[in-house]
């Protein structure tokens, strides 16, 4: 991060929160100056995340994993990527917090703290699967803006909140509500505080779904500072820039949410496929929905070397937006032929679905593990690269690992 900017980033009270302790005498700080303990900022220990995550961004702050990290079947924080667009909020009051419910097509609007939230409605837990929208970016070519994921941008971790159908129904939404919007407390990069970072939404469909929730724990403790806390909105299955952190308000629409974000090529795809390269006009792109089927390849990590005769045992993951994955399968000859892997059901909808598969390998030398999977409509996931897009988005290539057999 920028040294001369650093603490225009935080609060002073952000930065003794990263020290450990109160900065005495903070106030007196000359301009400019930056304490000798925050010098080298740590955002492996700000956000509690494993030194293997690879940080691509620092204004905004966005992290992402690598495969053999997101081995576990309920994805802990240490290993959940950050996606930010706007500075994370510091000055949060849990006690103070509201969130509030209006729009266009709301009967009337409705304001509820985090108490009443908790003890109005009926709490549940869901593991969703949220993944970036632009997760496999750094594959295409020509290259798309933005940062340059590789496959760590996805985690499916247990989220417990109520369900914002509840919420909606307690408020009361009109016949003519076709979208919701969120707004949260996040700010925009310039500083400008008549600016939102960002402020997407879901179609009133998705919204009424009952794994759609309004969360206030991520894997059963208060969701972290990163992550959204204290409060945040989870649609699994989508690009998870639908899933609103720090959330502060929701807005029930009379049309498709038209906040920062969602307008022009953000989180958008042509509507047909183009050229590499080619300029794709706003009204030819459409708005990203369900993510496309994909897996990854968890253990083991790349590069493995086994023995002449040795079995290989590989596992990992697969989803499909709001689809099941029905089938999932290996190739070991540059996807010539392929064989089928054991493959478990969720443990929800929307959960990511676990697979696993022992692999013998005919003789010595280099090989590669490929990784393909089939949702319910008969979708299969490309052995390349999928059709070129301007931002690099939904990247569902099949997942590769390199074995050596000595």
Same mark, same amino acid.
């Given at each position: 991060m920028n040294?001369? *900017?650093?603490?225009?980033?935080?609060?002073?009270?952000?930065?003794?929160?990263?020290?450990?302790?109160?900065?005495? =005498?903070?106030?007196?700080?000359? /301009?400019?100056?930056? #304490?000798?303990?925050?010098?080298?900022?740590? #955002? =492996?220990?700000? =956000?509690?995340?494993?030194?293997?995550?690879?940080?691509?961004?620092?204004?905004?702050? !966005?992290?992402?994993?690598?495969?053999?990290?997101?081995? @576990?079947?309920?994805? #802990?924080?240490?290993?959940?990527?950050?996606?930010?667009?706007? *500075?994370?909020?510091? /000055?949060?009051?849990? !006690?103070?917090?509201?969130?509030?419910? @209006?729009?266009?097509?709301?009967?009337? *609007?409705?304001?509820?703290?985090?108490?009443?939230?908790?003890? $109005?409605? $009926?709490?549940?837990?869901?593991?969703?699967?949220?993944?970036?929208?632009? !997760?496999?970016?750094?594959?295409? !070519?020509? #290259?798309?803006?933005?940062?340059?994921?590789? &496959?760590?941008?996805?985690?499916?971790?247990?989220?417990?909140?109520?369900?914002?159908?509840?919420?909606?129904?307690?408020?009361?939404? $009109?016949?003519?509500?076709?979208?919701?919007?969120?707004?949260?407390?996040?700010?925009?990069?310039?500083? @400008?505080?008549?600016?939102?970072? &960002?402020?997407?939404?879901?179609?009133?469909a998705k919204a009424l779904q009952e794994e759609t929730l309004i969360a206030f724990k991520m894997n059963g403790e208060a969701i972290p500072l990163a992550h959204g806390y204290p409060l945040r909105l989870v649609c699994g299955g989508w690009p998870a820039s639908a899933s609103g952190k720090w959330l502060t308000s929701i807005s029930v629409r009379n049309k498709v949410h038209d906040g920062p974000k969602m307008v022009g090529s953000s989180y958008r795809v042509p509507c047909k496929p183009v050229a590499p390269g080619e300029k794709v006009d706003d009204e030819d792109m459409c708005i990203i929905e369900s993510m496309p089927v994909k897996s990854l390849i968890t253990y083991p990590k790349t590069g493995a070397t086994i023995k002449t005769g040795q079995q290989l045992s590989i596992r990992g993951h697969a989803w499909a937006g709001e689809l099941e994955v029905t089938k999932m399968e290996y190739s070991i000859d540059f996807g010539s032929t392929w064989k089928k892997c054991d493959l478990a059901m969720a443990s929800n909808r929307l959960a990511w679905q676990h697979f696993k598969a022992s692999i013998r390998f005919p003789e010595k030398g280099y090989y590669e593990v490929w990784a393909r999977a089939t949702d319910s409509q008969s979708n299969s996931q490309p052995m390349v690269l999928p059709g070129w897009n301007p931002k690099g988005y939904l990247n569902n290539a099949c997942h590769r690992i390199a074995v050596k057999v000595v």
């Open positions: 040294r001369r *900017k650093f603490n225009n980033y935080l609060s002073l009270a952000a930065m003794g929160s990263i020290i450990g302790t109160p900065i005495v =005498f903070g106030k007196k700080l000359p /301009a400019g100056y930056i #304490p000798l303990g925050l010098q080298d900022p740590d #955002p =492996f220990s700000m =956000f509690k995340k494993d030194k293997e995550m690879v940080v691509l961004n620092d204004k905004p702050w !966005n992290m992402e994993a690598q495969a053999h990290l997101l081995d @576990d079947k309920i994805t #802990p924080n240490k290993y959940m990527f950050i996606r930010n667009n706007g *500075k994370i909020p510091t /000055a949060i009051d849990v !006690n103070s917090w509201k969130l509030i419910i @209006d729009g266009e097509s709301v009967n009337q *609007k409705k304001t509820y703290s985090l108490n009443e939230l908790k003890s $109005k409605f $009926k709490q549940y837990t869901y593991q969703l699967t949220l993944e970036c929208g632009g !997760n496999g970016r750094s594959e295409f !070519n020509p #290259p798309a803006k933005g940062n340059q994921w590789t &496959i760590g941008a996805v985690a499916c971790a247990n989220w417990t909140g109520v369900r914002l159908k509840d919420v909606l129904e307690d408020v009361g939404i $009109k016949s003519d509500a076709v979208y919701i919007g969120y707004h949260a407390a996040d700010t925009h990069l310039s500083g @400008d505080p008549t600016k939102e970072p &960002i402020s997407r939404g879901v179609p009133i």
